[in-house]
């Protein structure tokens, strides 16, 4: 994919299938975007990207994850 950042540094970006992700004004982050989801995360918390798997894996199909 592509990613077009705009003031913006030390970002993380993933993204397929020819996504295009814009970012405008932000730094640090981590962002993943995939055919299924897409995440937006502090590089500071990427630990915590693990409690957030978690609590995906409990949802059942179509859940809520509010």
């Given at each position: 994919?592509?990613?077009?950042?705009?003031?913006?540094?030390g970002n993380i970006l993933y993204t397929e299938d020819g996504?295009?992700?814009g970012v405008i004004g932000a730094d640090d982050l981590i962002i993943v975007h995939t055919?299924?989801?897409?995440?937006?995360?502090p590089k500071n918390r990427a630990q915590?990207?693990?409690?957030l798997?978690?609590?995906?894996?409990g949802l059942p199909k179509g859940g809520s994850w509010l």
């Open positions: 994919g592509t990613a077009i950042i705009e003031q913006g540094g996504h295009l992700v055919k299924d989801a897409t995440l937006v995360c915590d990207i693990k409690l798997l978690k609590r995906i894996e």
